[in-house]
């Protein structure tokens, strides 16, 4: 696997009256394609913080943040825009539905800000909806919908243009255990099928266990970067259970 994200010397200093608060002090970090990745930390860490820094949602304070060989960083406001509408996706604690719009909708509007037509999109939003396991909820709105399920429609919404990188902040906070599960389940499935990528950033160390690989940050710090011995195991029984079967 290539690198697709590489973090150089990042830091993010905010200014709150006279005094400095660093959120993030120094990272350096790699992401490859196809990784499933999770940023794991405790509330105030700094994960949140390098999440949007990844996605290009806020600047850093110092440093770069290269994503497929371009440097985010130093993209004007309307390039970066572009540039995360042709190659990320967004899964969000608080689900960022739109209300007015049925579940259908929801998941198109990406493909919509892509130019793609109406009957397309909607083709492909349907599809996305089967999948989620939501084959009967495409015309209802969020309001219409439990949690678990307004967040698979955001996690279709997401994957729907199958981009490069999908970002995941706190998926599962307002959610509980079971569908939990899967949720957490159904994104590293649609990662594996899209041959895409997952940075998903929690502070529940079952979450991390999803990851293929899992970086610890304390204190705007990188703690510790391990790969993620249990999910390798398990591809790997699973590989050897279908070749034993055939």
């Not at 539905?97 to 083709?123: C, D, Q, Y």
Request: glycine residues 8%; charged residues 25%; hydrophobic residues 40%.
């Amino acid at each position: 696997m290539g690198e697709l994200i590489e973090v150089k010397n990042l830091r993010k200093v905010y200014r709150v009256g006279d005094e400095k608060i660093v959120a993030l002090a120094g990272i350096n970090l790699t992401v490859h394609a196809g990784e499933v990745c999770c940023i794991l930390g405790t509330s105030g860490s700094g994960k949140s913080t390098l999440l949007n820094l990844l996605a290009g949602l806020e600047k850093p304070s110092k440093g770069s943040v290269i994503i497929n060989g371009v440097d985010i960083t130093k993209l004007k406001e309307d390039k970066l825009a572009i540039f995360r509408q042709k190659n990320v996706g967004f899964v969000f604690q608080s689900y960022n539905l739109m209300p007015a719009l049925t579940a259908i909708e929801n998941v198109g509007m990406p493909l919509m800000f892509r130019g793609m037509p109406k009957r397309k999109r909607t083709k492909i939003a349907k599809k996305m909806l089967e999948a989620v396991g939501l084959k009967t909820r495409m015309k209802h709105k969020p309001t219409q919908m439990s949690g678990g399920q307004q967040q698979r429609v955001g996690i279709a919404r997401a994957f729907a243009a199958k981009p490069k990188i999908v970002f995941a902040d706190e998926p599962t906070g307002n959610l509980d255990s079971k569908t939990t599960e899967e949720v957490l389940e159904l994104m590293v499935r649609l990662t594996r099928q899209n041959h895409g990528t997952l940075v998903l950033v929690t502070h529940d160390n079952s979450v991390a266990q999803y990851a293929d690989r899992i970086v610890r940050i304390t204190d705007g710090k990188i703690e510790s970067d391990e790969i993620n011995q249990n999910v390798k195991q398990f591809a790997s029984e699973q590989s050897q259970t279908k070749e034993t079967a055939q």
